[in-house]
RNA sequence: GGAGGGUUGGCAGAGCGGUUGAAUGCACCGGUCUUGAAAACCGGCAUGGUUUAACGACCAUCCAGGGUUCGAAUCCCUGACCCUCCGCCA
């Protein structure tokens, strides 16, 4: 959410800022309940000024022996006022509160401004898409092939939209994320981490998924917990409600979990194959670092992310997104696209983006600044890396051969126990 | 599932319903002393908000939400979380 103060005092430009990505800040009602807030606030702080130095006099009275029945009949209608008054400042608050929390981020200056994925901007390419001499099978043809991916065994156990892997497609699932953790945790320096897969919605609320985007999540227990959609979310929440020193930032989290999302919304998108699925697995790098640091580490996650790519060489090419095709919550977003030879297009196996500290301020997490001694909001980021599904997909489609077989990246063969080749 | 105990500032830990935003200790910051350090001593040290040009003034916050009261950290109710014991269990 935003700084409340954006709020009260530059909401012109603030409009203007939030128009880019085609939102529409509706100043009439903001300026009204603000105007509202203004004097519940000031007739509500009156009334308890009166309240508490009335019950002091009454107190001190009380302690010296007199009568304090006069001062009684005095306060009589006192608390009724100012409780009227509460009620009616806790009102606008709500209102305001609710208003606030629907409030997408601010656009970084440098993001493009755009409606859609269209106005994407491409910032570079890496590596050459490969040339085949055969024909070229999708993933799911060649996971078939091998008989090692069932798609219509995980719709009998469950439903649509979820998948068995078996033998070496399993392990090379396993493989993927044990190479994509070992990376980032011996060379680029983040922590492992180990969290909770079903959240509360507090901590959805923390990282924006709520209360805007319910209807994709998936609600267990009464609607008490949630599974997560991406480890974003817990790894996100470990600095909630916390005041981090100076000396342990900047913080590098790095988490392999599976995610869940209901795809509510996406009916008839990507339904075959792996790219749109209910569970998936995800190698997740967060960040929390002080305001200053977020941009120059956001270029380095982003980098961190890009690099799994090259080691895997899997072409790809990376995009900033525009102001509309921006998540709620970010200030800048890179997304990472992979090729994918059966659809002769890039897809996105990554996004990596700055909050600011736009969820920070949800989630209370906060830094102690030395050269002022007072707490400032962080700056959060994260990016996938990589999404693990979608990388398996890839492989699959890039490093087939024309025999129904498909090679193995060199750097994977170690984690494979010395297989090259997966066959059926 | 059953029975009990608990939740107070960065931490530990006090707190008869009335000047307690909260004793005390530790940690931290500044100073005195010292060649330097330590010790000792002195001082400072929560967060958020309203208002103000500013100094400041005011308000809120002792897990959360309700209630009682002129007045609640303190009394009552509900909930969350933590702990102990019993039962069950990978």
Redesign the pocket.
Known sequence: ML???LL?TDVQSLAAQLARRNFDLDLELLNSLEEE??QA??D???L?????????????????GQD?AP??AE??D??DK??AAEARL?DVLAKLNALAMEIPNIPQPSVPSGKDEADNQEVSRWGTPPIFDFPVKDHVDIGNGLQQMDFEAAARISRARFVTLTGSLARLQRALIQFMLDVHTLEHDYTETYVPYLV?ADALRGTGQLPKFAEDLFAVDDG?LYLIPTAEVPVTNLVRDS?QEATSLPIKFVAHTPCFRSEAGSHGRDVRGLIRQHQFEKVELVQMVPASDSEAAHEALTGHAESILQRLELPYRKMLLCTGDMGFASTKTYDLEVWLPSQNTYREISSCSNFGDFQARRM?A?W?N?DT?????LHTLNGSGLAVGRTLLAILENFQQADGSVRVPKVLVPYMGGVETLHG
């Open positions: 700084d409340p103060k009260r807030r203004r606030q000031l509500a702080q009156a308890q000024t009166e309240r508490n130095s009335r019950s002091k006099e009454i107190g001190k009275a009380k302690a010296s304090i001062l009684l306060v009589d006192l608390a100012h409780k806790d509360n008490q005041i209370q906060r102690r030395p001694g007072k707490p400032e909001l």
